[in-house]
């Protein structure tokens, strides 16, 4: 069974910084269109960054400059940097294996003041 798994979350205060990372379980196909969600309660989810075919990277606006994304065989990292409390949220991991939609269970992320 292909699942996706994060890890990484956890509270951290402003300023500081935290790595999430998905692996990839289950298959031993490369993944592809690997891309980082959040979601705030009573939110919609919202794209946080992603990494398109061609292999370049894109950012929400609200991160720009702050988070990286980057991956290697079965693994998706979020390189996450001078942290804010808006920043606060469960992440989720998605990507694609043989054509199919694959999502994580999520992580929580806590930015304190």
């Known amino acids: 069974q292909v699942q996706l798994v994060e890890s990484g979350g956890g509270l951290v205060q402003a300023g500081g910084s935290l790595r999430l990372s998905c692996a990839a379980s289950?298959?031993?196909?490369?993944?592809?269109?690997p891309a980082w969600y959040r979601q705030i309660p009573g939110k919609q989810r919202e794209l946080v960054a992603n990494i398109t075919s061609g292999g370049s990277t894109q950012f929400a606006d609200s991160v720009k400059g702050r988070f990286t994304i980057s991956n290697s065989w079965n693994m998706v990292y979020l390189q996450m940097n001078s942290l804010k409390p808006d920043d606060t949220a469960v992440y989720y991991c998605s990507a694609k294996i043989l054509g199919r939609d694959y999502w994580g269970q999520g992580t929580q992320v806590t930015v304190s003041a």
């Open positions: 289950g298959t031993i196909f490369n993944i592809n269109a």
